[in-house]
């Protein structure tokens, strides 16, 4: 390809709020799929996933909806989806990630996939990512004709009509909503947007699992996330399956039991500056803290209520796997880190406060 920008390039990412934010947005409805960057340069047609690896083979489907409907060079960042009925269906677009071409050719007619833009990076000769959303998006909205697999994403400027957004469009499996500055630059990498989620998820690595009590079943998955520094660090676990999804686990994450001799991020020397599990608990110090070790490659996202410190605060639920993230991406800062906010003020002003150090 001989684009103005050219694959790989990271997708602008987006940090999360509790409450939809106020002046200068432009505001889009969370759509809940495969994140995913469209190069066109004449025929050939790449899509990119947020990891940086290629969907293209997976949905052929829609790579001929792209054909016809976009401009013969262009680069475009938007959402796969998979819509059944009335809603949109993560579990039926995750089937899409398999490995025999056969099965993908099916799944093509059975649930085909279509593709939600919302940013323009690129556009014959012009790269656009330096210019300001407003007049990328201004772009966007004429620069195809409708189509049936094709379309670009609603977006409004009223705050007010985002909030609608939020609580109307969840019932049709969307996520939430995502605000984007209108005067800014096309970031690749960068949390540059804001999202707003009807819960707390977070995407994490299973580096290992917990057997159950009652047998060789898994009993808990064991989560992590990176730090900035690339160290992985133990976050929790992730249980609540029932007896018959737990023994189903063992022969799925079976592939990813480490081998002998192969390192792993929470065995070896510890220099201290790392949260690992299998530590003693004292509350329960005769508790079993071993478990099976996995090569840390799988990536599934998870719902949590509170972060204490850089764990969980209890056991997480598990939702689903997230095949179209590479474990690398998942670090502490996708997570929605409550400000700082001083006991006694919650309390009420006649709590008495330490004295000032």
């Known amino acids: 390809m001989a684009l103005p920008v050219n694959p790989p390039i990271e997708p602008m990412l987006a940090k999360s709020a509790a409450a939809v934010p106020t002046g200068g947005y432009l505001y889009e409805p969370k759509w809940d799929g495969f994140r995913c960057l469209v190069f066109r340069d004449g025929d050939a047609i790449e899509l990119g ?17 792209l054909a016809e409907a976009l401009p013969p060079r262009c680069v475009l960042d938007g959402e796969i989806v998979v819509v059944s009925g009335s809603r949109l269906d993560f579990d039926r677009l995750a089937d899409r990630i398999h490995p025999a071409e056969s099965r993908i050719r099916l799944l093509a007619e059975q649930t085909p996939a279509s593709f939600v833009a919302f940013d323009l990076l690129a556009l014959a000769d012009e790269d656009l990512m330096g210019r300001p959303l407003a007049e990328r998006h201004e772009l966007l909205t004429h620069l195809f004709a409708p189509h ?25 499996g969307l996520d939430g909503v995502v605000a984007k500055p209108l005067d800014g630059a096309y970031r690749p990498g960068e949390r540059a947007m804001v999202k707003v989620k009807h819960e707390r998820t977070a995407d994490v690595v299973v580096a290992g699992y917990r057997l159950h009590k009652s047998g060789p079943v898994v009993g808990s998955l064991m989560l992590g996330l990176y730090l900035d520094d690339g160290v992985l660090n133990y976050v929790g676990g992730a249980s609540a ?90 670090g502490y800062g996708q997570l929605d880190l409550p400000a700082a906010y001083d006991l006694a003020d919650v309390l009420g002003p006649d709590t008495p406060r330490p004295p000032a150090s």
């Open 148 to 172: 049936p697999r094709v379309r670009v994403s609603r977006a409004t400027r009223d705050a007010e009509l985002a909030r609608t957004w939020f609580q109307a469009f969840e019932g049709a």
């Open 241 to 330: 399956f029932t007896m018959a999804r737990r023994a189903e686990l063992v022969d799925e994450l079976a592939p990813l039991v480490l081998r002998e001799g192969e390192d792993h991020p929470w065995t070896g020397e510890d220099d201290g500056g790392q949260r690992r599990p299998g530590t003693l608990n004292r509350w329960n110090a005769g508790k079993d803290r071993s478990y099976v070790v996995l090569r840390p490659e799988r990536v599934c996202e998870v719902r949590y209520d509170q972060l204490r410190a850089d764990r969980f605060r209890h056991n997480a639920r598990f939702l689903r796997w997230r095949p179209d993230r590479r474990a690398e991406s998942c």
């Open 49 to 65: 996933s947020r990891g940086g690896k290629s969907l293209t083979r997976y949905f052929p489907e829609l790579v001929a909806s």
